[in-house]
């Protein structure tokens, strides 16, 4: 008996290691998919006010500096360990396959590497005004 409950609890871990490896699986052009954000990622914040948990960078977009008829101040909290993008004398697009980035509504400032649904959800919801979210 205590050699079947050890096959078992191999095979459980067996499946539990196949149903990570899945998770990051390559997608259909072969690449790694990027991992989801976290809830907190992507949120709304005030780099004044409000600023993200955990030092993680809130993104404004374009700055309440350059457009302040725009809207409020604000942006986004930045997903943690995703690379930087922005536009600029030198544009810098976002290299992770799965990613694109989503541009400043203004240039020279900083964007933020998305995976299309978030960006989808960015562009239709009250931070849109801060990106270019043009298709």
């Known amino acids: 008996m205590r050699g079947r409950r050890a096959w078992v609890l191999l095979l ?11 998770a990051n699986a390559p997608d259909a052009s072969g ?3 990027p991992d989801a954000a976290p809830a907190e990622a992507l949120g709304h914040c005030d780099p004044l006010g409000a600023p ?5 960078e809130c993104v404004e977009g374009c700055p309440f500096s350059v457009r302040p008829a725009a809207g409020p101040r604000g942006g ?5 360990g995703r690379e930087q993008c922005g536009c600029g004398i030198v544009p810098s697009p976002c290299t992770t396959p799965g990613l694109d ?8 400032d900083e964007g933020l590497c998305v995976t299309p649904q978030e960006k989808a ?5 009250p931070d849109a005004f801060r990106f ?3 298709p």
């Open 12 to 22: 459980g871990l067996a499946l539990a290691g196949c149903h990570t490896a899945a």
């Open 31 to 33: 690449d790694a998919a």
């Open 52 to 56: 993200c948990s955990g030092g993680v």
């Open 76 to 80: 986004l909290c930045r997903v943690p």
């Open 101 to 108: 980035c989503l541009m400043p509504a203004c240039c020279d």
């Open 121 to 125: 959800t960015i562009c239709a919801g």
């Open 132 to 134: 270019d979210c043009r």
